[in-house]
């Protein structure tokens, strides 16, 4: 029998149809129903990328037996902050998203109003949170509960080299101490700047516009005299991305060396407390915990569980082996500072330390008093406010900055638009 080619064609043709056909409806089968689009374990998903976070995180899944698939919602170019959040929103207030959300730089009040965020109280009682950390975590709701729970803890500090320069508290005193002793502030610019915004200038901002673009300005004012004073201006490219990532071991090591006569930085992990504690105990510098307007302490992987999950409980048990002493010592051990201050005392007086500064140079730090350690957990328990960051809000507003302090823009255009950034931002 002979073959028609045309009619051979169409048949290829429909068959080719009706396997696309057959494979789209059996994707929207299971979009409909529920499929999970971020992979087959449990999904978290982070809104940026941390070493630190994304290491405990792993570590976390294989001794609790939790297979889980991170998920970071902008890398690169590919997606932008603002794209990143809107994309979360929408999954959210469609029903879906992932299991567990870490909501660090992120509004938490919004999600928790619109209830989209399961009641995680009974993990958050269960730890040694200091008073500011849990009124912080419950502040939110309005209602008392808690919907996230800090595992982690990022300390501002202020160090210096003289004996006679006097603790500081607060971005001005900071400057006029080190314009009075002639201080360069090294490398530590865009630490400075970032720890200045979160303590000084954003639990300031009210959401009015005219009040708002009077502290942008006197802001702006303060960060180019710090500008001024910085012997590496090329630093500055970094200012608005120097977020929770930066640690502190390089600037107090320039502080102990002599390199630079002070240090305003983060502590976000537990080598850079124990190298501070080491050079305080040698007498090579002297630090204060900064007790500005915002508190001493931010939180940080700060994660909560999706009401809509269809993991609820493997979530559940995932954040609680999170916040349990063993989830505690795999914080520290990942490089983060545990929240809870009851482990955070223990890891800290615990066996001695070897501190990697560089290739060539291997610190070892020997093991820190109880007494010592005490000490120093007082001071965060009796902490004050607490801040819990928007790095939307301090993106916009440092990128003015930038602007303003490339000469792009004067003082009064900068801070009139990061001021109505504040006001769009606030009210979304």
Request: with cysteine; hydrophobic share 40%.
């Amino acid at each position: 029998m002979r073959c028609d080619p045309e009619r051979s064609n169409l048949k290829g043709m429909l068959a080719a149809l009706t396997l696309t056909l057959m494979f789209l409806s059996v994707l929207m089968f299971f979009a409909f129903a529920g499929e999970r689009p971020y992979g087959d374990g449990l999904t978290v998903y982070m809104l940026g990328q941390s070493e630190e976070v994304d290491t405990f995180l792993r570590n976390v899944s294989y001794e609790a037996g939790i297979d889980i698939d991170v998920t970071h919602g902008y890398q690169g170019e590919e997606l932008t902050d603002a794209d990143a959040r809107k994309k979360l929103n929408m999954e959210l207030v469609g029903g879906s998203g992932p299991d567990i959300l870490i909501m660090d730089d992120v509004d938490i009040t919004p999600y928790i109003h619109s209830g989209e965020l399961l009641d995680v109280s009974d993990i958050s009682d269960s730890m040694d949170l200091s008073d500011a950390m849990s009124d912080a975590m419950r502040a939110s709701s309005g209602g008392g509960k808690s919907y996230c729970v800090p595992i982690a803890q990022t300390i501002f500090t202020f160090s210096w080299k003289r004996r006679d320069t006097p603790p500081v508290d607060g971005l001005g005193r900071v400057l006029t101490a080190a314009e009075r002793k002639k201080m360069g502030f090294g490398r530590t610019f865009d630490n400075a700047a970032s720890i200045a915004y979160r303590l000084y200038l954003e639990p300031s901002l009210s959401g009015k516009r005219t009040e708002d673009e009077r502290l942008c300005k006197a802001f702006f004012r303060e960060l180019k005299e710090l500008y001024r004073m910085s012997e590496t201006p090329a630093g500055f490219a970094s200012l608005y991305q120097g977020n929770l990532e930066i640690t502190g071991m390089e600037s107090f090591t320039n502080v102990a060396s002599g390199t630079s006569e002070a240090a305003f930085d983060y502590i976000t992990g537990i080598d850079s407390l124990q190298t501070l504690f080491f050079f305080a105990g040698e007498g090579k510098l002297r630090y204060e915990v900064i007790s500005g307007r915002g508190g001493k302490t931010a939180p940080r992987c700060i994660m909560a569980v999706n009401r809509h999950s269809a993991e609820k409980e493997k979530a559940l048990k995932f954040l609680r082996y999170a916040s349990s002493e063993r989830g505690q010592r795999l914080a520290a051990d990942s490089l983060l500072l545990p929240s809870d201050l009851g482990i955070l005392q223990k890891v800290i007086a615990d066996e001695d330390e070897q501190i990697v500064m560089t290739p060539e140079y291997t610190l070892r730090i020997p093991r820190v008093k109880d007494q010592d350690a005490q000490k120093f957990i007082n001071v965060l328990r009796d902490s004050g406010q607490v801040r819990v960051c928007n790095g939307a809000l301090m993106q916009g507003i440092m990128r003015e900055a930038e602007a303003y302090l490339n000469g792009t823009k004067t003082l009064e255009e900068a801070s009139r638009q990061a001021s109505e950034k504040v006001w769009l931002r606030m009210n979304e």
